[in-house]
T-cell receptor, first 115, second 113 residues
Framework: EAGVAQSPRYKIIEKRQSVAFWCNPI?????LYWYQQILGQGPKLLIQ????????DSQLPKDRFSAERLKGVDSTLKIQPAKLEDSAVYLC?????????????FGPGTRLTVL | AQKITQTQPGMFVQEKEAVTLDCTYD???????LFWYKQPSSGEMIFLIY??????QNATEGRYSLNFQKARKSANLVISASQLGDSAMYFC??????????FGKGTKLTVNP
């Protein structure tokens, strides 16, 4: 079974530029998550999709971050314009449903550096 | 609000020995789940083990076991027979009710030969 795929793996941009990340979850997984992991911290949930609907985006900085999950499969996360503090690893995860016991499976992440 | 505390920024263990990584949590939900993930330097979060709050027995998965003490609100990870490949960051996480998954700050484990 293929795991969660993410691209690109690394991205370097200058502040005020825009950037987009792509995620393809495990086949059949209804729930998709985007996390931000700042160096030295644990991941923090940015947004959660159930199929193609948003379940939780309470910690998403909506003035600059946006995300979509068209057709309930793959997803893109966009930052526009980027700030220095957005430098982090962006992790995508998926789970079969949104149940408490459901294990979330993570992709390799995209390491973003904002100069 | 849910909170996870990992008090050990770094731990060292000799190869083939056992090591315990500490995790305490705080929640008002009567039903919750506890997870441990491993993050090697490559960056991917690898699921290790799960414990439900109503599970009667401590969870085990191969060399990993979870020492769950509900009254103390602790969920320590025990790794037996450490291997060099166990060197990584380890994150404790919990999910209560319909809440989001919340992670601790992690513990960096170094296994010495």
């Amino acid at each position: 079974e293929a795991g969660v795929a993410q691209s690109p793996r690394y991205k370097i941009i200058e502040k005020r530029q825009s950037v987009a990340f792509w995620c393809n979850p495990i086949s059949g997984h209804a729930t998709l998550y985007w996390y931000q992991q700042i160096l030295g911290q644990g991941p923090k949930l940015l947004i959660q999709f159930q199929n193609n609907g948003v379940v939780d985006d309470s910690q998403l900085p909506k003035d600059r971050f946006s995300a979509e999950r068209l057709k309930g499969v793959d997803s893109t996360l966009k930052i526009q314009p980027a700030k220095l503090e957005d430098s982090a690893v962006y992790l995508c995860a998926s789970s079969p449903q949104d149940w408490q016991r459901d294990t979330q499976y993570f992709g390799p992440g995209t390491r973003l550096t904002v100069l | 609000a849910q909170k996870i505390t990992q008090t050990q920024p770094g731990m060292f263990v000799q190869e083939k020995e056992a090591v315990t990584l500490d995790c305490t949590y705080d929640t008002s939900d009567p039903s919750y789940g506890l997870f441990w993930y491993k993050q090697p330097s490559s960056g991917e979060m690898i699921f290790l083990i799960y414990q439900g709050s109503y599970d009667q027995q401590n969870a085990t998965e191969g060399r990993y076991s979870l020492n769950f003490q509900k009254a103390r609100k602790s969920a320590n990870l025990v790794i037996s027979a450490s291997q060099l490949g166990d060197s990584a960051m380890y994150f404790c996480a919990m999910r209560g009710g319909s809440e989001k998954l919340v992670f601790g700050k992690g513990t960096k484990l170094t296994v010495n030969p």
